[in-house]
């Protein structure tokens, strides 16, 4: 496995292209299932989730054509198995999505649980509701999720909590179902909006995605569609708090600024200025920043996958914040590595106290999860001295190019070999 080596104190300055987003790619292709004829995916990020979903696709018997680095062409019409391979589902998370989109497609369905992150708690109890209100009988069994259904016919579905992956899971097996499905409570990530759009391209019948009210009238096929994927918010957050935490200035490019609204506003209140201009943002930051609390929020609210990175620019601010982590019991597992690089911050279980120190120094960490691992990259930049972060393989689940983006921003960052 490779490391990361940062020598850090070097302020990002240039431009960065952002790529397609990671959890809408992660979504649309388990879609192009439920497709009749032929799908073009377009802007998709070059990362291992993305491989992965490509992986479990051929298994399922699909042709996947890949174009150029950020183009695919799926046919599903050669699929030959409702069941998914073990070892390839527990690669990641969003495995998940091939339940409802063969449900959706062949009535039937066989998904080990997904893996992903370890970041607390992630049941799929509302995933499940859903699928067996719209008819299914779902069992799980060896760790295998069987879904089956005669028929799937609309319901009305409030789900418990806000789900990305139940809103999008349930909207692909209603699609084809018998009547109207509507989704109360509804997760409005961009993601969502994303997905309907495509399944709308192939001849949905979805109103009110990105609104916590979605209506699915059942349709009896779907055909082909060519689809771009929207730009990553996560990525391009990351950037903008990498930003500020190397006191640079950039211009992150090919963006769609109001999916980061609640980030911009943050950065602003902790003294960072940023200016948009149509699909691109500029971050100056040459001043230490302010403190200021956060608590994570579903979309709009300030999201849980950069609770991480903003931890990092917390850590070297003026004052005393509160970060809150409403979504996920467990995602301060960065804090220790923080820790080793002098960030003085106290965990008591959803709440983290982090008291700004001047400076963060080098030091070998590791990357626990995928934000996580970002996160260590952004202290890296910031830090004195040089950091070396293992298990590097996290954040290559998620970014496209990480090291070499960075590169053109300025910063130094080396990729070795473990052994090395
Ligand atoms: N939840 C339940 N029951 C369910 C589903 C969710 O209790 O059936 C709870 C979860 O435990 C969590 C909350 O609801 O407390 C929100 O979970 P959600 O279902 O929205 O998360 P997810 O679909 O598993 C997606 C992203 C995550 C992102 C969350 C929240 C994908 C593949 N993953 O996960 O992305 O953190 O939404 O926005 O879309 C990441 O990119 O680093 C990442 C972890």
Known sequence: MDKLIIEGGHPLRGEVNISGAKN????????????????????LPDI?????IIDILKQLGAEVNKESHD??????????????DFELSKKLRASYYFIGALLGRFKKAEVPFPGGCDIGVRPIDQHIKGFEALGAKVIIEHGIIRAEADELVGAPIFLDVVSV???????LAACMAKGTTIIENAAKEPYIVDTANFLNALGANIKGAGTDEIK??????????EHTII???????????????????????????????????KMREMGVNIIENGDSLR??????????????????GFPTDLQQPMSVLLSISDGTAIINESIYDGRFKHVDELKKMGAKISVEGRIAIVEGVPKLLG???????????AAMVVAGLSAEGETVISNITHIERGYENFENKLIKLGAKVKRINEED
């Open 231 to 265: 730009p990553d918010q996560m990525e391009a957050g990351t950037y903008m708090i990498a930003a500020a935490a190397s006191k640079g200035d950039i211009i992150v490019k090919n963006i769609i600024p109001t999916h980061l609204d609640s980030i911009s506003a």
């Open 216 to 225: 699915i009238k059942g349709v009896d096929t779907l055909g082909g569609c």
């Open 24 to 43: 809408s790619a992660v979504a649309i292709l388990p879609a192009a299932l439920l497709a009749g004829a032929p799908c073009t995916i377009k802007n």
């Open 165 to 171: 992956g139940a809103t999008i899971n349930i909207m």
């Open 363 to 373: 030091a070998p960490v590791c990357a626990t999860d995928l934000r996580a691992g």
């Open 71 to 84: 183009k695919v062409i799926i046919n599903s019409n050669t699929i030959n198995t409702y069941k998914v």
């Open 48 to 52: 291992k989730d993305v491989a992965n």
């Open 283 to 300: 971050v100056i930051a040459n001043t230490r920043p302010k403190a200021v609390n956060i608590k994570t929020l579903p979309y709009p």
